[in-house]
């Protein structure tokens, strides 16, 4: 009989966005007319820009000739168009990563999850709390130490590092899912020095990056100085782009970070996640590399830019009908997510359940993303703009 990897055992027993399906689906099924709102999963809405699917279908037709066929990409890491386009993207914004750091993946999840491949398992891991539950599950598969940054009311949903802990591996996300806050440059300047001072490696993911809009807050932490020395950046092109169903995503491995073996070798984090990637991933399919290389070319950032521009729009009508109900918030402005607290200290599920049955609203419980949670809701501005009016006119109905 095999022996089982008994962690999977100690974790919540379905990933939360399968508890809420099952829980809608339930409710539809005793309520058949119901007109229901999804603003709960963080998914876009809005088809791919038309040149990136453009670009996708011409590296589609090159694979059905002979003299531009494509089989096993070499490296697996990405081919160098791509790789160079997303360096370009960096530099738009004031940032040097070359494009030897940069590796392709089939989207962010897969290498937050799998970069614990190369990390020992007595380390230390500290996350924030509330955070992407990949973060927490996919240390725990492997019975890791996971200590908690609480972020709360009292720090905007940002944490901060206690200088009388240690950790190891240190999980930031900003702008954040769910609460939708954002580190400042002074705030990541603070976790970095902490990172450097406990030989520690930050996994910052920026997913949510093309969110942002106010000046000054930085789109990557590598626009602080010493995150080289201490980070991996990993970003996706499923909210910058819609790349959701496509696939597709990087992830920046400086060569500076570079740390001692146990028998006192000097070992590159990018070369030992080199190897990993050889034995485990393939690479990304040729004709998603060509759309995303697309996304980042003048004319696709235009265009992917509207749709983002779209979800901003939304948000701010959350925003503004959570003004009007004086319902306490943080995100929509560099997010699409809104991190709302529960009226009437009501607790997430219960806020859920009232949300789904009077207004037939679907949101994500906060308590599903850590302890921090607990009384506080998320939505998402991912929807039809009609739509998100009529969810927040319903909203507004309900508790006004
Ligand atoms: N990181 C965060 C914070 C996310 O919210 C998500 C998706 O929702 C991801 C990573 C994964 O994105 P991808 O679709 O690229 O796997």
Redesign the pocket.
Known sequence: MPQLNENFLKLEKNYLFINIAKKVKAFSEANPDADIIRMGI?DVTLPIAKCVVDAMKKGADEMGVKETFKGYEDSGAGYDFLKEAVSGYYKSFGVEVKPSEIRIND????D?GNIVDIFGNDNVVLITDPA?P?YVDTNRMNGRKVIFADSNEENGFAAMPDENVHADLIYL?SPN?PTGSVYTADQLRVWIDYAIKNDAVIIY?S??EAFITEDGIPRSIYAIEGARKCAIE?C???KTAG??GM?C?YTVIPDELVFKSSDGQDVSISQLWGRRQGSKFNGVSYPVQCAAAAVFSEEGIRQTRENIKYYQQNAAVIAAALDELGIKYTGGKNSPYIWLKCPNGMGSWEFFDKLLEEANVVGTPGAGFGKNGEGWFRLTAFGDADRTKEAMERIKKMLG
């Open positions: 963080g989207g962010a999840k897969s937050c992407y990949v996300c899912n993911d997913a949510y990993m996706s092109l499923s790349f959701t696939r995503g």
